[in-house]
């Protein structure tokens, strides 16, 4: 029989209409042909599926002749090409077959070791995580505590440079203090002159120590190169007491030492000099006191 005529079969066997002899040849070649199997499986899954939903109705006798006389016709068509046909049909079915072996997957229960391992597994995974969360914890809170110490050490150097300036201040005060009340302290007042009439001055030294505080105000500023000189004249020998320079403001401080030889002077005088200071006056003198 052709290929055709047991697809044919099937179908008639689905519906109750085989005798016996024909259901036990289809069976028979159901058990060797792969192709004629799987088309049987197929058409039996909704056929079945239709059986549990409808009642079973026996069909009329008109129905059976019916479908014979298609099939009839059906296989005359299809004769010429029928050999053909089937040759190429079964290799397909034999290279689809064993692809469907190649690709078949069986499926084992698992075992208690298996169960285990998934176990342990899963429980790394896990413990993994929480050790990634916990470790990226730990970084934020070292680059916030990172970033804060640099901020503390930030503010612990502006601290200590104002303790430094505290200080610093703290000791010219003292140093004033001493050689303002010092017993042979003295103090004079320099006025200024006529290149500088709005420039005034005290000074304070100590006669026996030779310390010496200045301070001036309304000075003009000094040209580039040039800086201010103090002088103590003493027998008409004008001695250096330093230079100093002014702010915009036109104020200076000088703090200094002078020699001994003019600790005995009896006028005092500011001139503009070389910023490098000179040994005798050479400028203009922008103050002066008056003689002791």
């Given at each position: 029989?052709?290929?055709?005529d047991?697809?044919?079969r099937?179908?008639?066997?689905?519906?109750?209409?085989?005798?016996?002899?024909?259901?036990g040849?289809?069976?028979t070649?159901?058990?060797?042909?792969?192709?004629?199997?799987?088309?049987?499986k197929?058409w039996?899954?909704?056929?079945?599926?239709?059986?549990?939903?409808?009642?079973?109705?026996?069909?009329p006798?008109?129905?059976r002749?019916?479908?014979?006389?298609?099939?009839?016709?059906?296989?005359?068509?299809?004769?010429?090409?029928s050999?053909a046909k089937?040759?190429?049909?079964?290799?397909?079915?034999?290279?689809?077959?064993?692809?469907?072996?190649?690709?078949?997957?069986?499926?084992?229960?698992?075992?208690?070791?298996?169960?285990?391992?998934?176990?342990?597994?899963?429980?790394f995974?896990?413990?993994a995580?929480?050790?990634?969360?916990?470790?990226?914890?730990?970084i934020i809170?070292?680059?916030?505590?990172?970033?804060?110490?640099?901020?503390?050490?930030?503010?612990?150097?502006?601290?200590?440079?104002?303790l430094?300036?505290?200080?610093?201040?703290?000791e010219?005060?003292?140093?004033?203090?001493?050689i303002?009340?010092?017993a042979?302290?003295?103090?004079?007042v320099l006025e200024?002159?006529?290149?500088?009439?709005?420039?005034?001055?005290?000074?304070?030294?100590?006669?026996?120590?030779?310390r010496?505080?200045?301070?001036?105000?309304?000075?003009?500023?000094?040209?580039?190169?040039?800086?201010y000189?103090?002088?103590?004249?003493?027998?008409?020998?004008?001695?250096?007491a330093g230079v100093?320079?002014?702010?915009d403001?036109?104020?200076?401080?000088?703090?200094s030492?002078?020699?001994?030889?003019?600790?005995?002077?009896?006028?005092?005088?500011?001139?503009?000099?070389?910023?490098?200071?000179?040994?005798s006056?050479t400028?203009?003198?922008?103050?002066?006191?008056?003689?002791?």
């Amino acid at each position: 029989m052709a290929h055709e005529d047991y697809i044919e079969r099937i179908i008639l066997d689905l519906l109750g209409e085989l005798d016996p002899a024909e259901r036990g040849e289809l069976e028979t070649h159901l058990a060797s042909c792969a192709a004629c199997s799987r088309e049987a499986k197929a058409w039996r899954n909704p056929v079945h599926a239709l059986a549990y939903t409808v009642a079973p109705i026996a069909p009329p006798a008109e129905v059976r002749a019916q479908l014979l006389k298609r099939v009839a016709v059906l296989k005359a068509e299809s004769s010429t090409t029928s050999s053909a046909k089937q040759a190429n049909e079964i290799s397909v079915d034999q290279e689809k077959s064993h692809q469907e072996k190649s690709n078949v997957v069986v499926l084992t229960p698992r075992s208690a070791k298996d169960e285990a391992v998934r176990f342990g597994r899963s429980s790394f995974f896990s413990a993994a995580i929480a050790a990634a969360l916990v470790i990226a914890a730990l970084i934020i809170s070292l680059i916030y505590l990172w970033s804060r110490n640099q901020a503390l050490q930030t503010e612990l150097a502006q601290t200590y440079g104002r303790l430094s300036q505290v200080q610093g201040e703290l000791e010219q005060a003292r140093d004033e203090k001493i050689i303002l009340t010092a017993a042979e302290s003295r103090i004079r007042v320099l006025e200024g002159t006529k290149v500088a009439p709005r420039a005034n001055a005290v000074l304070s030294y100590d006669r026996q120590t030779g310390r010496t505080l200045f301070y001036a105000s309304n000075l003009p500023q000094a040209p580039a190169g040039k800086a201010y000189q103090l002088w103590f004249i003493a027998d008409s020998k004008p001695i250096s007491a330093g230079v100093f320079s002014v702010d915009d403001a036109g104020r200076a401080t000088l703090r200094s030492q002078v020699p001994s030889s003019g600790l005995n002077a009896s006028l005092f005088a500011v001139t503009l000099e070389p910023a490098a200071g000179v040994s005798s006056p050479t400028g203009d003198k922008y103050l002066l006191s008056s003689a002791s």
